[in-house]
Every structure is written in structure tokens, then in C-alpha cells.
């Protein structure tokens, strides 16, 4: 699996957009890019996933630069319960193997 | 759709107890479960992989001996914590794969907090 890099930490004021970052400079062809997050004392939860093209669902927005070297998770309005630890993960997409968790970003919604 | 459920949510036990764990998929067939241990303030750690109706594969220095896996059935899949210790004090989360999304999506359970007294 590519190795990802994200911020340990980011504040976001409740209401605002919360932008996530993450860097994924060695990703190969066929990997995709996870997203999942961590509530405290809860486990993690799927968010998005996307290959190269934009996404979106009801949760949040996934942008991939053209280059496919990094990434960002867009949280458009954020709200106090999306505090949590979020992970960003590139997998290939059908490989059947566990998720390699690493640090993530530890996002403080504010209010 | 697509829920996995844990029991007990959380634990208290002696030291030398065993423990099981439960990891049910509610809504899907899971041909693969995983069990992950958290500790405070770490990430998950992939402790093993588990097949229905094989062998579990277990991650470098986990003791296969110790934490038993078992994966009878396409819903269930279990851990036990034998002669538990108050190092094995954790939270402990395991995941399903839907072997039909095609695109390893995995859902996790709430997890279960064991105290080793």
C-alpha cells in the first residue's frame, strides 16, 4: 500500500467546511483512496472512496488532484458531532486484505 | 444495510480469566472479518484475519495461542482472550468484508473495551 501523510491535527469552527488533507505522492494505478473516521470510543466508520475522479455523497466530498498525489476531504458544514479521528487510506480496490491504519487527523469542531 | 454488531460492548474480568468476544455482520455474508486492538491514544493495530472455515492468520507478534479466532459461520466471528493479563487491556474492534461490493469496502463494529483487573 502507498504510505499516506496527513496534518495530526486541525480545528474547524462549527458550520464552517472542514478541508482535510492528505498526501499519497507514491500511489500506484490501481489504488484507491479511503477515507474513514473515528468517533471517540466507537468504531471507525466508512466515508468516501474514490479512484481519480471527484466524489461525493451525502456524508462529504473526496478531490484528487489530477496527478492522483494527494487528496482532500471536504466536510461542507461541519458540526460539533463530526469531531473525531479521520483516516485516509489508499488501498487497492478489491484487494481483500485488512486496512492499514496509520495516525490520521484529529479534527476539533469547535462552536 | 451493511452492519456488524459487537458483544459485549465492554468488559471487566480477573486476571487469568478468558474472554470472547463476538463480531456478527447483520445484514451481509462475510467471507472475511478482521479483528483490530486499539490501544489508548494509538491507531488500530491489525491483529489477524479470519476466513469462514479456516485458520485465522495472525499479524507478526500476536499470539495465536493466546487470542483464539474463530470464523464458523458467514455472520460470526469470534475472539477469545485467554488467560487475559492487564497488558491485553484494550479496545478491541473487529471488521467485515462484503465479499459482493467489489471494492473492499469494510464496516466496523462498535468495538468492545476489555479491563483486566
Known amino acids: 500500500d502507498a504510505k499516506t501523510t496527513q496534518p495530526p491535527s486541525m480545528d474547524c469552527a462549527e458550520g464552517r467546511a472542514a478541508n482535510l488533507p492528505c498526501n499519497h505522492s507514491t500511489i500506484s494505478g490501481n489504488e484507491y483512496v479511503y477515507w474513514y473516521r473515528q468517533i471517540h470510543s466507537q468504531g471507525p466508520q466508512y466515508i468516501i472512496h474514490?479512484?481519480?475522479n471527484n466524489e461525493t455523497n451525502e456524508m462529504a466530498s473526496l478531490i484528487i488532484t489530477e496527478d492522483r498525489k494527494s487528496s482532500t476531504l471536504i466536510l461542507p458544514h461541519a458540526t460539533l458531532r463530526d469531531t473525531a479521528v479521520y483516516y485516509c487510506?489508499?488501498?487497492?480496490?478489491?484487494?481483500?486484505?485488512?486496512?492499514?491504519f496509520g495516525k490520521g487527523t484529529s479534527l476539533l469542531v469547535t462552536p | 444495510g451493511a452492519v456488524v454488531s459487537q458483544h459485549p460492548s465492554r468488559v471487566i474480568c480477573k486476571s487469568g480469566t478468558s474472554v470472547k468476544i463476538e463480531c456478527r455482520s447483520l445484514?451481509?455474508?462475510?467471507?472475511?472479518m478482521f479483528w483490530y486492538r486499539q490501544f489508548p491514544k494509538q491507531s488500530l493495530m491489525l491483529m489477524a484475519t479470519?476466513?469462514?472455515?479456516?485458520?485465522?492468520?495472525?499479524e507478526q507478534g500476536v499470539e495465536k495461542d493466546k487470542f483464539l479466532i474463530n470464523h464458523a459461520s458467514l455472520t460470526l466471528s469470534t475472539l477469545t482472550v485467554t488467560s487475559a493479563h492487564p497488558e491485553d487491556s484494550s479496545f478491541y474492534i473487529c471488521?467485515?468484508?462484503?465479499?459482493?461490493?467489489?471494492?473492499?469496502?469494510?464496516?466496523f463494529g462498535p468495538g468492545t473495551r476489555l479491563t483486566v483487573l
Open positions: 445484514d451481509f455474508q462475510a467471507t472475511t
Open positions: 471488521s467485515a468484508r462484503d465479499a459482493t461490493s467489489g471494492y473492499n469496502e469494510q464496516f
Open positions: 487510506i489508499v488501498r487497492v480496490g478489491d484487494s481483500g486484505y485488512a486496512l492499514n
Open positions: 479470519s476466513n469462514e472455515g479456516s485458520k485465522a492468520t495472525y
Open positions: 474514490g479512484l481519480k
